[in-house]
């Protein structure tokens, strides 16, 4: 399965489990909340946004940018910049991204990408 099918199947199974198709922001939100490692009902803005760097970082940490600091007080993951993310255009950025996500699930073992 190429990078390509693999993030359509994430997709897919995303929609499936959800009930609706899911853009970056919120694969980016989901993942944040699984990395919090708690659900709530309802999160903030704030919270949201904070979710969605936790993710980002988690996404990146691999790659060597971040690393995981600690957790703070009330629970939540707190990560340290290593390095600069490299400067890329809007289009590079989603490549990137997408390319994090799929490695994620499949570290993670989220998803079997074994099927056709």
């Given amino acids: 399965m190429t990078n390509k099918d693999k993030w359509k199947y994430i997709l897919e199974q995303l929609?499936?489990?959800f009930g609706k198709k899911l853009d970056?922001?919120?694969i980016l939100l989901v993942i944040g909340i699984r990395?919090?490692?708690s659900l709530k009902?309802?999160?903030t803005k704030e919270e949201?946004?904070?979710l969605m760097h936790i993710a980002v970082c988690r996404?990146?940490?691999k790659a060597g940018y971040y690393e995981l600091a600690g957790v703070n007080s009330k629970g939540w993951p707190e990560w340290k910049k290593l390095e600069d993310l490299p400067f890329v255009d809007v289009f590079?950025?989603?490549s990137l991204l997408r390319q994090q996500i799929v490695?994620?699930?499949?570290?993670e073992e989220i998803y079997e990408f074994n099927v056709q």
């Fill in 15 to 17: 929609e499936e489990q």
């Fill in 103 to 107: 490695e994620y699930f499949e570290d």
């Fill in 35 to 37: 990395e919090l490692g």
């Fill in 41 to 43: 009902t309802k999160f």
């Fill in 48 to 50: 949201k946004v904070r």
């Fill in 92 to 94: 590079e950025q989603e």
């Fill in 59 to 61: 996404l990146f940490s």
């Fill in 24 to 26: 970056m922001n919120a």
